[in-house]
């Protein structure tokens, strides 16, 4: 079944539909995987790109008037090329597949599908037709013996799906095109309830995410990526300003419970969001005192000021959510007390540890020595982790190190260094966080690691290092670092900062039997329903995945509250359809990056104002501006509205 018989993707034609042909072509364009689901083989796939069949049984004429329909219902009605000529090639194919069909039909759906590819305005009407262009170049006397009535035709086994390469890339599946669109029309409220549907926190968001979607937008191709990230912030951001307050609508179950959600970070306040729509009764725990978890305590500020998070989160308390405070799982109240009063239990709970560095002195509570994460906390709670020291080494290469040393020149510290055991090239922290921090001219060593901290009566003196080279690659894929002999030296400095990784702490899970976990201290889930192996306990964030990003979190928060709503209802958790082609599209990927546009003019991105680094960098107040509405109109123009139509016949 996994042998491919014809392939058109990415016009790279593979023909083994007979002996004379056997083999011919190249090999497919396309990592197909040989099942959709646990049941369902795929026998065929049709797309953007073109038709993959696996199977003789696949009739090529229904497929397209299955695929031409969907085609057709995705299309906006804005251009008439698309919308008109998608209508009449899906009406035509239908007429055909009943049998009244002509060879002028065929014809006409020929030229029809090269005007629509041709003329229509987005990726809907460009690429839609380009699989019944392939279908009806390699398989002329399928359509013949169509309209000639000489096969029996029956309507196949079908799954469809619309995504575009931003979407597919966005953890949470954000409608992107349509919420850009709405930007473009000035329909800034529109805009905000497509986020929304899926999202509550998009002034957040919309500050911190790591933009993966910007990463496989296609106007890169051409110049610069759409600011994806900065335009979700600005619709936030004019709602607040225009003094309004969110529609929540509350549409109940059949059945309605109680759910208790263990942390009030991205990945519970999203589930919380998205249970309370559904009727439920929710209540979170928090242990600190205010909301956000990870990004109240990691995320400095000048990059997201207070009063967004907790407004964010205190609209979603006014859908009924009650949220205790300084309230500590595993502490102030059991979980094995929450499962047996609440119907389920969602665990969100944050990295909020610290990896250690394996260095001599780290173990002897020498002051001066503050883990990352705990000088980050410090900072975010108005407090100086370590007011005496003025030099600081900050060691590590991710957004954890690279806030860190940008805090430290804002709480008047004198000396900012950051060792980091590779290059700058090899940093995971997000490229922009790396500039931000260079202008405010923090120095970086490279390729250094430390070796021991040296202290003075229990009191931090300096950090011996050693230089580092780059060898052999490792299982990141990252060339590993291998010290240079001899070649130690000595910073000067009062206060180390080790930010070289975060790790969770499961002890609340101590009294509760049968919770799978793996050997990085995470919870084990099902990747799609998040249930753990304890039925009424369901996980996602950090305390799944391991320190990562917080539209991740938010993903998963959303995946375990439809999840939860339909155990609550007696129902199973389930895949959905959707579910199996964000898999599918891991193998058949929806981006391509060396795709070349064409001739479609230039226009750079819009880039936001930002403090000017002498200002900001010893102040907490917010770096980047936002946008203005000419601006983000503006921008929002820039969107190619590239989705993508595809279908498995199963």
């Known amino acids: 079944m996994n042998e491919i018989l014809f392939s058109s993707w990415g016009d790279q034609i593979t023909d083994n539909r007979n002996a004379a042909n056997q083999g011919s072509g190249t090999d497919p364009q396309i990592a197909l995987p040989e099942q959709f689901n646990q049941d369902a083989a795929i026998k065929a796939f049709i797309g953007?790109?073109?038709?993959?069949l696996r199977s003789a049984d696949?009739?090529?004429?229904?497929?397209?008037?299955?695929y031409m329909a969907a085609v057709r219902d995705q299309s906006c009605g804005k251009c008439i090329p698309c919308q008109t000529g998608?209508?009449?090639?899906?009406?035509?194919?239908?007429?055909?597949?009943?049998?009244?069909?002509t060879s002028a039909d065929v014809?006409?759906?020929?030229?029809?599908?090269?005007?629509?590819?041709?003329?229509?305005?987005?990726g809907i009407g460009k690429t839609g037709p380009i699989a019944l262009l392939h279908a009806l170049d390699h398989f002329p006397e399928a359509f013949a013996d169509a309209v000639n009535g000489d096969v029996q035709m029956e309507a196949g086994d079908y799954h469809a799906n619309v995504t575009a390469p931003c979407a597919d890339a966005c953890p949470i599946h954000l409608d992107i095109p349509r919420y850009v669109e709405f930007i473009k029309e000035g329909k800034f409220k529109e805009s905000l309830d497509v986020i929304r549907c899926r999202l509550p926190i998009p002034g957040i968001v919309g500050r911190v995410c790591v933009r993966p979607c910007e990463e496989s937008c296609r106007r890169a191709n051409l110049d610069?990526?759409?600011?994806?990230?900065?335009?979700?912030?600005?619709?936030?951001?004019?709602?607040?300003?225009?003094?309004?307050?969110?529609?929540?609508?509350?549409h109940p179950s059949e059945k309605t419970g109680k759910v208790a959600i263990v942390g009030a970070g991205p990945a519970g306040v999203t589930c919380a969001y998205h249970l309370a729509q559904k009727g439920h009764s929710v209540t979170v725990f928090e242990g600190l005192g205010e909301?956000?978890?990870?990004?109240?305590?990691?995320?400095?500020?000048?990059?997201?000021?207070?009063h967004i998070l907790r407004g964010e989160v205190e609209r979603i308390q006014e859908m009924g959510v009650t949220i205790n405070y300084n309230t500590s799982v595993g502490k102030d109240v059991t979980l094995s007390r929450l499962e047996e009063d609440y119907d389920a239990v969602f665990i969100g709970i944050g990295a909020q540890g610290s990896s250690p560095m394996r260095v001599e002195g780290e173990e002897k509570g020498y002051k001066g020595f503050v883990p990352g994460v705990q000088y980050l906390r410090d900072i975010n709670e108005g407090r100086d982790p370590y007011p005496e020291g003025k030099r600081v080494v900050v060691i590590g290469g991710g957004n954890v190190a690279i806030d860190c040393v940008r805090c430290a020149f804002r709480i008047n510290k004198e000396d900012v260094n950051l060792v980091y055991r590779r290059t700058r090239a090899e940093m995971p922290a997000d490229e922009v966080e790396i500039v931000d921090a260079e202008e405010e001219e923090v120095q970086f060593h490279f390729l250094t690691t430390p070796v021991r901290i040296l202290e003075e009566n229990g009191v931090?003196?300096?950090?011996?290092?050693?230089?580092?080279?780059?060898?052999?690659?490792?299982?990141?894929?990252r060339r590993r670092p291998v010290p240079i002999e001899g070649s130690e030296f000595v910073f000067d400095c009062d206060t180390v900062v080790p930010a070289i990784g975060q790790r969770v702490d499961l002890s609340l899970l101590e009294g509760v039997d049968g919770v799978e976990t793996t050997a990085w201290n995470t919870i084990i889930v099902d990747d799609v329903t998040k249930q753990t192996s304890r039925p009424k306990l369901f996980s996602a964030g950090d305390c799944e995945t391991g320190p990562g990003a917080l539209i991740t979190a938010c993903a998963g928060g959303r995946k375990a509250a439809q999840s939860i709503d339909r155990q609550i209802n007696g129902l199973a958790p389930e895949y959905t359809d959707n579910d199996h082609f964000h898999k599918l599209f891991r193998d058949v990927k929806v981006y391509d990056q060396a795709e070349d546009l064409g001739e479609i003019g230039k226009s750079r991105r819009k880039h936001l104002e930002m403090l000017s680094p002498d200002t900001?960098?010893?102040?907490?107040?917010?770096?980047?501006q936002g946008y203005s509405t000419p601006e983000a109109i503006e921008e929002a123009r820039r969107c190619l509205r590239c989705y993508r139509v595809s279908m498995v016949a199963v």
């Open 460 to 477: 931090v003196k300096g950090l011996e290092c050693i230089r580092m080279k780059l060898g052999t690659p490792d299982e990141s894929g």
């Open 48 to 52: 953007w790109d073109g038709i993959v």
């Open 224 to 250: 610069d990526a759409v600011s994806i990230k900065y335009l979700k912030r600005f619709v936030a951001d004019h709602e607040l300003a225009m003094h309004k307050a969110p529609d929540y609508t509350v």
């Open 616 to 624: 900001r960098k010893y102040v907490f107040d917010e770096v980047e």
């Open 107 to 122: 014809e006409n759906l020929g030229a029809i599908a090269h005007v629509v590819s041709g003329s229509a305005k987005c």
């Open 86 to 101: 998608t209508n009449v090639m899906a009406s035509t194919l239908d007429k055909i597949c009943r049998g009244d069909g």
């Open 58 to 66: 696949v009739n090529i004429v229904d497929l397209c008037r299955a």
């Open 291 to 306: 909301p956000g978890g990870m990004s109240a305590m990691g995320i400095p500020d000048y990059r997201l000021p207070r």
